[in-house]
């Protein structure tokens, strides 16, 4: 029996090697990665939480049966769902603080801190190559936490100027 032959391997899909020259995201001990990850989605969950309970608790305040409401039938529907929302407002500000710090420690990443220059090696693509990855997962998690922060106070405000069961 003969010994089989690979097929020739492609040298532009193989893997950039780093020898000595460093890490091709060099910013990425400057934010740790669960702060990146809680900046990009502790907003999003809060704010996923905050609808999941308040929506539910008016709801079935205003209409328990088959008939709906006038008025909730809990006198504190409006104190449980302005602590929720509070508790959502702090964690987003919390995620807006840890994405703007872990941004503001990353916003110079560029491969040439690496030692390799300006220029990539040929074939490597900037996927390969890891340029600005933390610095756009920082920058990503501050928009998301900004935008989720807006929406969520804009839920907390509904609370007060929305009538509970829509009369």
Request: proline share 7%; with cysteine; glycine share 8%.
């Amino acid at each position: 029996m003969q010994p089989r032959q690979s097929a020739p391997v492609d040298d532009r899909m193989a893997p950039v090697t780093q020898s000595g020259d460093g890490h091709p995201a060099p910013a990425r001990r400057a934010a740790s990665l669960s702060a990146l990850w809680f900046g990009f989605a502790g907003a999003p969950a809060a704010w996923t939480v905050q609808t999941l309970v308040n929506l539910p608790l008016a709801a079935h305040a205003c209409y328990p049966r088959l008939t709906p409401l006038i008025t909730p039938t809990t006198g504190v529907l409006r104190g449980i769902a302005f602590t929720v929302s509070l508790l959502a407002l702090a964690v987003c500000v919390a995620g807006t603080v840890v994405a703007w710090r872990a941004w503001r420690h990353t916003r110079e990443e560029h491969q040439q801190g690496t030692g390799r220059g300006q220029h990539h090696e040929p074939g490597a693509a900037l996927l390969e190559t890891g340029e600005g990855r933390t610095r756009f997962m920082a920058f990503a998690g501050v928009l998301t936490s900004v935008t989720f922060l807006v929406v969520s106070a804009a839920n907390t405000a509904a609370i007060f100027l929305v009538s509970p069961c829509g009369w």
